[in-house]
């Protein structure tokens, strides 16, 4: 997998600013890339010896952790020094190239106001921490939290040193100016904000992030900077929360699983499974117009099963069609649209994150969220077939043949090793081999053989790129969530949640109604939240409340993880749409304009969903 600079082009580096930078590539990069190796090795000796030798090391998922908030800080780093946060710079690149420069500076002045002033309440946390030990290991504590002071001390120097590349003194002063006017101006409305109650909601984390999106504020950083505004302004509460919900964010095993699976996804593109699956879809229906499009589709289904991150499934499908899809014509903005709906289609297929994360902590049976996931799948992908068949009526299909009867047996018997991959990583979380987290590891291990063997591909020079970028990705992507759960429980502490479940309980029209004002809501809260930290927050409020309305707990998980799936991937400010963006190399302002039909068949889909509770309980 590659990763993508969304940002504008910087001038040539300084020999003084190269250095720095160099360095900080060395102190990072290396480091990241040996802990994406020990993870999956400390996860195969856990799986190992619980399924083989019926002997559970304690200590496995715990020393895992602790390396895994290390490796999310020290992605987020990689990320910030590549250039690869996700951010939108639709407006920004509409300026004149002089307005451009100064808003890239004042950008980056705001990403280090906010790693500047959370650095001393991480240290604050990481002290707290210094008289606490791990319950199973027994070690202090300090050796976890150390990797907030260390991520966020190597983002702030990372940032100084992007000022120092790309900035003027001028463009500089000029920045900081305004920042610190706008800082003295909320600093003079503080005793004003404590009048404005749930307005404060409003400015905060719809004006300030808004605004930082727009003007091209890392998502992340528009996340932070406005909960510690929210904090600071109007509450006493101490600011060293942030960090606190932001390292229990980022350090949930659970999400343990997306670098792995961002990791498993590049691997079978590496070993070519991702192309054996392909190469047989391609076979069968490559020469109708829009068949490429159609295999996106159904390979995106496919490595659902093999990858519980949607950037995974993404990274593993994207870069084997797209190349060929634009030599027929089509639009690079049409297939980010396609991509970044097929991710959000597929957030019901097992083994979804999301699904995992509602069943536990909903009490939901996770085998019964297994099986009712599969068909909402399916009408959201025969949804977009609708669009794709529109969009494609004329492609051009000069020099496509059809591949004969022998062709595609050839193809399907090629592809078999590769296609009992979804079947073996399903089977390992049913039957209880491994969890949600251990199972990328079952993936690796299988990939790592059928690859050389079977197809003769691993290509050892690639392995050290692909572990760094799945670093850079998975610190990206971790940073957001980290942040997101620190957003969420200022959210929580200012009474919203509580709020909204009782609007949600008073709403007319009985079960039908509940339902549809709780899809509203979750594509609201999917699109700001994200899906973990939005479930983690309201699942435990609102499932209760289907249950006692009769709503079926399945069901109504279907929806609420379709509708935040349909909230992750739009813009502007849905991540999984820039996600989809970085995965295949195209700049979000090219492609926000081409999502919408596809957005447009999933709300569709989404109303089939609600109003047939059978395509979500049919099978169980």
Same mark, same amino acid.
């Given at each position: ?25 060395? =102190? ?5 890339? #040996? ?13 190992? !010896? ?96 150390? !990797? ?6 190597? +983002? ?120 054996? +699956? ?26 659902? $099963? ?7 499934? +993404? ?9 060929? +899809? ?42 019964? =969220? ?47 090793? !590769? ?60 940073? #957001?969530? $980290? ?6 429980? !200022? ?21 039908? $109604? ?85 957005? $447009? ?20």
């Amino acid at each position: 997998m590659q990763t993508i600079e969304l940002s504008t082009p910087l001038p040539a580096e300084r020999p003084g600013v190269a250095m720095l930078s160099n360095l900080i590539a060395k =102190l990072t990069e290396i480091p990241a890339a #040996i802990l994406v190796v020990t993870e999956i090795l400390i996860l195969i000796i856990g799986t190992s !010896a619980r399924y083989f030798f019926h002997h559970p090391l304690t200590w496995t998922d715990e020393l895992a952790s602790i390396l895994f908030l290390w490796l999310a800080m020290l992605g987020s780093v990689i990320a910030l020094r590549r250039g690869s946060h996700m951010r939108l710079t639709t407006f920004v690149n509409k300026m004149s190239p002089d307005k451009r420069a100064w808003m890239e500076v004042f950008t980056m002045v705001l990403a280090t106001t906010f790693l500047l002033f959370v650095l001393w309440p991480a240290y604050e946390h990481f002290d707290e921490g210094l008289i606490v030990s791990t319950p199973t290991m027994e070690i202090n504590e300090g050796w976890r939290l150390g !990797a907030v002071v260390v991520g966020v001390v190597m +983002m702030l120097v990372t940032a100084i040193d992007k000022l120092f590349e790309r900035a003027t003194l001028r463009q500089f002063a000029s920045a900081l100016a305004l920042v610190a006017l706008i800082g003295a101006v909320m600093w003079w409305c503080k005793p004003y904000f404590g009048a404005l109650g749930h307005i404060n909601l409003l400015i905060f984390f719809v004006g300030i992030v808004l605004s930082c999106v727009v003007m091209g504020v890392p998502i992340a950083f528009a996340f932070g900077l406005a909960t510690l505004c929210f904090l600071s302004f109007t509450t006493s509460i101490p600011l060293s929360i942030v960090p606190n919900r932001m390292t229990e964010g980022m350090s949930s095993l659970i999400l343990l699983a997306v670098p792995l699976f961002v990791f498993l996804g590049s691997l079978i593109e590496m070993a070519g499974l991702s192309r054996a +699956m392909i190469n047989f879809l391609l076979a069968l229906i490559g020469h109708v117009r829009g068949g490429l499009q159609y295999v996106l589709l159904g390979a995106i289904y496919l490595v659902s $099963g093999i990858s519980g991150a949607k950037v995974a499934d +993404m990274a593993a499908v994207a870069p084997a069609l797209f190349p060929e +899809m634009k030599k027929r014509g089509n639009d690079e903005g049409d297939l980010i649209g396609l991509l970044s709906a097929s991710g959000a289609m597929s957030e019901t297929i097992p083994p979804s994150l999301v699904l995992i994360a509602i069943g536990s902590v909903t009490g939901v049976s996770i085998a019964s =969220l297994f099986t009712g996931g599969l068909l909402p799948a399916v009408v959201g992908m025969l949804c977009m077939c609708v669009v794709v068949y529109f969009q494609t009526r004329n492609e051009n299909m000069d020099g496509v043949t059809r591949a004969s009867g022998a062709q595609i047996g050839k193809a399907f018997l090629i592809a078999v090793p !590769a296609l009992a991959l979804p079947f073996v990583i399903r089977t390992a979380v049913v039957e209880g081999v491994a969890t949600a987290t251990e199972v990328s590891t079952i993936g690796v291990v299988y990939t790592l053989i059928v690859g050389p063997l079977v197809y003769g591909r691993f290509d050892l020079k690639r392995l050290y790129p692909v572990l760094l970028d799945t670093a850079c990705l998975s610190g990206a992507i971790l940073l #957001i969530i $980290g942040c997101a759960t620190a957003m969420s429980w !200022a959210l929580t502490q200012s009474g919203f949640s509580q709020q909204l479940v009782q609007i949600m309980t008073a709403v007319p029209g009985g079960k039908l $109604g509940f339902i549809a004002i709780s899809a509203i809501a979750f594509v609201i809260l999917g699109s700001v939240l994200e899906g973990i930290p939005a479930i983690v927050l309201f699942g435990p409020l609102l499932f209760p409340v289907a249950r006692i309305i009769g709503v079926n707990e399945v069901h109504y998980a279907m929806v609420a993880i379709f509708s935040m799936g349909l909230g992750l991937f739009s813009p502007p400010f849905g991540v999984g749409f820039y996600a989809a963006c970085a995965v295949g190399k195209v700049s979000p302002d090219r492609a926000i304009g081409h999502v919408w039909p596809h957005l $447009g068949a999933l709300f569709v889909a989404l109303l089939l969903l609600i109003l047939f509770p059978w395509l979500s309980i049919g099978f169980l």
